[in-house]
């Protein structure tokens, strides 16, 4: 039983993948990682997608709203800002510093760097854009995206996103100078990761997971497939 309703659950996430959802009402499930969420109502869905929104939108990390439905209630809780759709695994959503900026086109999988001298990370590609920590020479990082038509750098250190980088301050990490740098063409896409509580039925769960915005609307990512369930 437990299997079946997994894999309707899978299948409802990829149909709300497909017609997301968003301020003009739309059609998503947000519940729609859960077993649960196939035993909402239409109702239900309503309450909670006003609340998911609300979260996603407006709510500062660990934010709760609260909704409740006809026949099911719970919570919402939207975490920290993740970078999506510019690392080789789709999975790999790292957490972004507040106010990145990510309106560029990126140039991916750069691989390895060291920084040649102490630099200035940005929020946005260009010295107008504020300064959000310096990171010391001879540090490593990761080039997650090279701005195309600027010599920018968005970088990654120790699994999150740091920020913008001159490209004049770093070079290839020793020992990976022969490695081929440079993937495909890619927008970065703004994510939250979030928290929330169902219950339905004297039954509950507790969803982690992440939503991205994509043209204009909140869609939920499908958790790595060994991530565990918490059904209780």
């Not at 990682?33 to 660990?62: N, V």
């Not at 026949?71 to 957490?95: Q, S, T």
Request: aromatic share 6%; glycine share 14%.
């Amino acid at each position: 039983m437990r299997a079946r309703l997994l894999g309707c659950a899978a299948a409802l996430l990829a149909g709300c993948a497909s017609t997301g959802g968003g301020h003009g009402g739309g059609s998503a499930n947000y519940a729609a990682l859960s077993p649960l969420g196939l035993e909402l109502s239409e109702r239900d869905e309503r309450a909670l997608r006003t609340s998911f929104l609300q979260a996603m939108d407006a709510g500062a990390a660990g934010e709760r709203f609260d909704w409740r439905g006809e026949g099911a209630f719970g919570w919402v809780k939207a975490r920290e800002a993740r970078l999506g759709n510019l690392k080789a695994d789709e999975n790999d959503r790292p957490p972004i510093p507040a106010g990145l900026a990510l309106d560029e086109l990126y140039e991916t999988e750069q691989g390895l760097y060291a920084l040649t001298a102490d630099a200035n990370v940005r929020l946005g590609p260009s010295t107008e854009h504020p300064i959000i920590t310096i990171l010391l020479s001879g540090t490593g990082v990761t080039v997650v995206g090279k701005v195309v038509g600027k010599p920018w750098m968005l970088v990654e250190a120790d699994g999150r996103i740091a920020g913008y980088i001159h490209d004049s301050l770093m070079i290839k990490a020793p020992g990976t100078e022969l490695e081929l740098a440079g993937g495909p063409r890619k927008p970065a896409v703004f994510c939250r990761a979030y928290e929330q509580r169902l219950s339905v039925g004297g039954r509950s769960d507790l969803i982690e997971g992440v939503a991205c915005r994509e043209d204009g609307r909140w869609v939920l990512k499908a958790a790595p497939p060994d991530e565990p369930q918490k059904l209780f």
